[in-house]
């Protein structure tokens, strides 16, 4: 019985291989530094748009020794503080990705990641309008 052996790879395309799967992992690093600015975002966005909407009633009513625009001011400085770091994220993440494949003719897969930062943004300005025009019913 002769079997067949499988052919052993070249070192060119052991290394071809080893490249692609370097690739791969700067890839999944991108993305997993892209989801912490993204954590970020969405904590800070959360967080101001809360305390804009628990402290202004109690402004509001007096019930603390704060001026009336207090919480709206500081919701809206942590809204914009969370989206305007993830839009260096996201541009961070962008650059990265450029300078990776400027000596590479791999296609990347679609990011996913990317898109969800878009959509926090969308929601951190839908807050501001909220905020601002009362948009939204919240």
């Not at 804009?52 to 603390?64: F, H, R």
């Not at 919701?75 to 494949?101: D, N, P």
Request: hydrophobic share 50%; net charge positive; proline share 4%.
């Amino acid at each position: 019985m002769n079997e067949a052996t499988p052919a052993t790879p070249t070192s060119n395309e052991l290394a071809a291989q080893r490249t692609d799967m370097a690739l791969g992992r700067t890839v999944m690093a991108l993305e997993r530094t892209l989801m912490a600015w993204l954590r970020t975002a969405l904590s800070l966005i959360s967080f101001g748009f809360t305390i804009y909407k628990v402290l202004q009633p109690m402004a509001a009513k007096g019930n603390i020794d704060m001026p009336a625009t207090a919480p709206r001011n500081i919701g809206l400085f942590l809204i914009f503080l969370g989206m305007s770091l993830l839009l260096v994220g996201i541009f961070e993440y962008t650059a990265a990705k450029k300078r990776m494949l400027e000596g590479s003719s791999k296609k990347l897969p679609f990011s996913f990641t990317l898109v969800a930062s878009v959509g926090i943004l969308i929601v951190g300005l839908f807050t501001i309008l909220n905020i601002f025009f009362g948009l939204g019913g919240f």
